[in-house]
Each structure stands twice: as C-alpha cells, then as structure tokens.
C-alpha cells in the first residue's frame, strides 16, 4: 500500500514591471502609498515593498482592487499589471495533516524512513487527485502498481517528494520503485521491520505555493516476494478525489473482498463482490487525513 510551471519567472515580471512603473513616473512607495489611501484603496508601505522586490504578490479582490487603482495612478494600460500577476499562491482551507494509521509503532517507522530521506514526516505536499491502478496475478497476489498525482506545493518551492509502501504485520524486501514521469527518483529507504519501504522523488518541474505538477510511478513486486493481497493509498491531507483500480487475473478472482477505510473517525470495513469483469474501482471524493484499502482472500474468512 503506498501511503501528494514554476511560478517564479511570473512573479518577477510584475515584480519588474512595477519597478519600472514607478520609477518612470518618477514617484516613490511613499507617494503611491498615500495616493492609494486618498483613493480608499490602502495598501501597506511594507506590501508594497514586498511587490516591488518580487517576494510577495497581491491576493485577492482588495488587492487587485489596488492593482487597477495602481496602474491608473502611474499611467499604465488597464491590465499592465494585473495580467502579470499570475495564479493564487494560496491553498485555501484543506485541514490539518495527520498520519493516515491508527498504528503508532507504524508511525514511527514512517517517520523513521521519511527522515532518512530528508524529509518531515509531514512533508511540503498535497496529494491533489491520485489515480492508482493495481495488477493482481494468477497467484493472487499483488504484482504491481502505478500510481498518477496531481501534487501541489502547501508551502514554498517543492523540489522533492516522498512517498512510503507500507505492509502492516507483513515483512518484506524492498519493492521495485519506478519513476514513470514527472521527476527521478534519488534515494530509497527501508525500516528494518521491512513494513515500510520509501523513496524520495526528485521532480522535473519544482513547483512554489499552490502550484501543481503531476507525477507518475510504479511498484514492482521483485521475485521471491511474500504474499501480499491488499492494496490501497493513504494521504496525510484532505484530497480532492482518490481512485483506485484493483485489476484480478480472470483465473484468480478472490472468495471474498473487504474495503477497509480508516480515518480519524474510526475505521470501517465494508465487504465488497465482483458483480462483473474481473475488477474492482473504489472512488473517494475529499476524502482524508486517512486511508483507503483493499483486501482479499480465498477459501473462508479468517
């Protein structure tokens, strides 16, 4: 079970931009700061500093409000500037982050394994959207697994991602990990329990706050692996929609099916039947801090 365009060449060019505005009125910050109170659109001397010099941009409609007052007042077209501004930099309310597992030793064994690869147990990332597609074998265990993320920075630029596998009351070597797209993996971490297996991915396009990428990659169960029949995806964030695709060899379809979903709330356990064809989709729509699995089994429930 695996457990989330630059911005930067944007915000220069507003930053430049009103740079160059305002020193070809030939005013100061003071003055702009003085008319923009007149006008009823009072902007700090400090935001507009930080405007100027690129380290910050305006956000919302009070801001943008300046913005327009802003180009009236240093002689710009309508739009000079606000076109230049670039999409939000903010998240908006997705709650807080929290381990995904009631398990506290597991928890400490991710956090274990996250740490090794220079990461915070709760890292700068959000799982957006993660479409994640399971391969079960003629043996019915798991055979691999390819997972596609729309990932956003939650705080700063993201250059680097995590992501665990994680087996509860299962020890196992360390599965193949591949990156499909989107970065290149650069280091890889086992606990010794042999429940937690991570690696850290190096993305191809470092994305600031609020920006998104997608990224792509896979688990490969080497030869010689133990017995695993479950699946699923966890997420320390609220994420706006999570699909899994649990494919079974047509000679392999399971005696029984159980979804297991854990949250803060609790866990629940629902059993599940193949109606059709040989798969199982489960779709979840804002849904965490929490996980999401599939389990399956021949012969009578234990």
């Given amino acids: 079970m695996s457990r989330e365009n630059n911005s930067h060449a ?54 943008m409000a300046a913005i327009a007052d802003i180009e009236t007042l240093l ?34 064994a991710v956090t274990e394994v996250f740490r090794a690869l220079g990461a915070p147990q709760f890292d700068l990332a959000r799982d957006v959207s993660t479409h ?28 680097h991602v995590p992501y665990v596998d994680i087996t509860p009351g299962i020890s196992t070597p360390a599965p ?8 290149r993996i650069t280091a890889r971490h086992s606990h010794a329990s ?16 609020a920006q998104m990428t997608m990224i792509e990659w896979a688990l490969d169960v080497p030869p010689g692996y133990p017995s695993v029949r479950e699946t699923g995806h966890g997420v320390a964030r609220q994420a706006r929609d999570i699909v899994l695709w649990t494919r079974f060899h047509p000679d392999a379809l399971p005696d029984w099916i159980e979804e297991v979903e ?32 599939l389990r399956w089994g021949y012969g009578e429930r234990d």
């Fill in 10 to 63: 944007g915000d220069n060019a507003f930053a430049e931009a009103l740079r160059d505005a305002v020193l070809a009125r030939g005013v100061t910050l003071a003055w702009l700061n003085k008319r923009l109170r007149e006008n009823g659109n009072a902007v700090s001397m400090a935001t507009l500093s930080y405007w100027r010099s690129g380290a910050r941009r305006p956000e919302g409609a009070q801001s």
């Fill in 176 to 183: 193949t990990f591949r990156a499909v797209g989107g970065g």
């Fill in 194 to 209: 042999g429940e937690v297996h991570g690696f850290s991915l190096e993305l191809d396009q470092p994305v600031d706050s």
């Fill in 75 to 108: 002689h710009l077209d309508s739009g000079a500037l606000e076109s230049l501004v670039g999409p939000s930099q903010r998240v908006g309310p997705v709650g807080p982050p929290a381990f995904p597992l009631h398990e506290g030793v597991l928890e400490d």
């Fill in 262 to 293: 854990e949250t803060p709330d609790g866990i629940v356990t629902t059993p599940l039947t193949i109606d059709s064809g040989s798969s199982v989709l489960q779709v979840r729509r804002r849904f965490g801090p929490g996980m999401l699995v």
């Fill in 132 to 159: 994640s597609v399971t391969e079960v074998g003629a043996d019915g265990d798991v055979v691999s697994r390819t997972t596609r993320t729309l990932l956003q920075s939650m705080s700063g630029l993201l250059t």
